[in-house]
């Protein structure tokens, strides 16, 4: 009975060692070739640049796309690969850079990040401009890790994990003191609403703009008096820019940017 409890027990270790040399042999990370997958597109699929309320002087953004490895890291480099899909309206060298050509989740890593800058163009002012990027299977990479499906709205819609979106435009609405209720004495001080001046005015003025599109500034700390000094500055300004034979105009390149009729 003593020997077939002691047969028993070897019989139980060998087994138990048995079956966890079958376990770790069935996971192999450079035979199974992992998953690559952009974690941001977990929560949201875009991402969305606006110079809109920039500086006028800020001419580029430099924005970071972590891509990563799902699985345990190697003692290797692994390349993965990407592409910009042909419906892509941004275009490269001309709306942005992709700074290192070379992309691979190095040795000892499970991620790589994509640094891109973006330039501010013209055109940019007038619509939305779209950049698509694809994470492709490769030698080291599958893309089994692709999408899930979720309800927005009652409706069932892929969210696709290897696919990001960058969107970027020069467009801004105007900021709260600029519309109803105050827009009337803004605009009589300041004039209509543009882009490029309330640009101007955050530049030359060097103004928080986290602070002025606040909805509560234009009463808060007297700010309203503010508009008098600086249409006044500004009016002065883009005379002298006219006489210096630079004059200052709208998107448009034809028409003068102007003052409302209370600057002095």
């Known amino acids: 009975?003593?020997?077939?409890?002691?047969?028993?027990?070897?019989?139980?270790?060998?087994?138990?060692?048995?079956?966890?040399?079958?376990?770790?042999?069935?996971?192999?990370?450079?035979?199974?070739?992992?998953?690559?997958?952009?974690?941001?597109?977990?929560?949201?699929?875009?991402?969305?640049?606006?110079?809109?309320?920039?500086?006028?002087?800020?001419?580029?953004?430099?924005?970071?796309?972590?891509?990563?490895?799902?699985?345990?890291?190697?003692?290797?480099?692994?390349?993965?690969?990407?592409?910009?899909?042909?419906?892509?309206?941004?275009?490269?060298?001309?709306?942005?850079?992709?700074l290192e050509q070379n992309r691979v989740i190095a040795a000892g890593k499970v991620s790589d990040t994509i640094r891109m800058q973006v330039l501010r163009k013209e055109d940019l002012r007038r619509d939305s401009l779209f950049l698509y990027l694809d994470l492709k299977p490769n030698a080291n990479f599958t893309n089994n890790y692709l999408n899930k499906d979720i309800t927005v709205g009652g409706k069932v819609l892929h969210q696709y994990y290897t696919r990001m979106r960058v969107k970027v435009d020069d467009i801004a609405g105007p900021p709260p003191f600029w519309v109803s209720p105050y827009g009337s004495y803004t605009e009589g001080y300041l004039g209509k609403f543009s882009v490029l001046k309330l640009q101007l005015l955050i530049t030359r003025f060097n103004l928080n703009v986290n602070e002025v599109i606040q909805p509560t500034w234009f009463t808060s700390n007297a700010n309203y008096t503010r508009m008098g000094p600086w249409s006044d500055n500004l009016k002065a300004y883009l005379k002298a820019m006219s006489e210096a034979g630079t004059p200052v105009y709208e998107a448009d390149n034809k028409t003068l940017m102007t003052m409302g009729p209370n600057a002095k």
Request: proline fraction near 3%; aromatic fraction near 10%.
């Open 1 to 98: 009975m003593k020997k077939r409890i002691i047969y028993l027990g070897i019989l139980l270790i060998c087994l138990a060692n048995a079956c966890k040399e079958e376990s770790l042999s069935l996971y192999d990370d450079k035979l199974s070739k992992n998953s690559i997958y952009f974690p941001l597109a977990e929560k949201a699929s875009s991402i969305d640049i606006s110079f809109g309320y920039s500086r006028s002087n800020v001419k580029d953004s430099l924005i970071k796309i972590v891509v990563r490895a799902i699985g345990a890291p190697t003692n290797f480099d692994r390349p993965y690969d990407f592409s910009i899909a042909d419906s892509s309206t941004l275009k490269a060298n001309e709306h942005y850079k992709i």
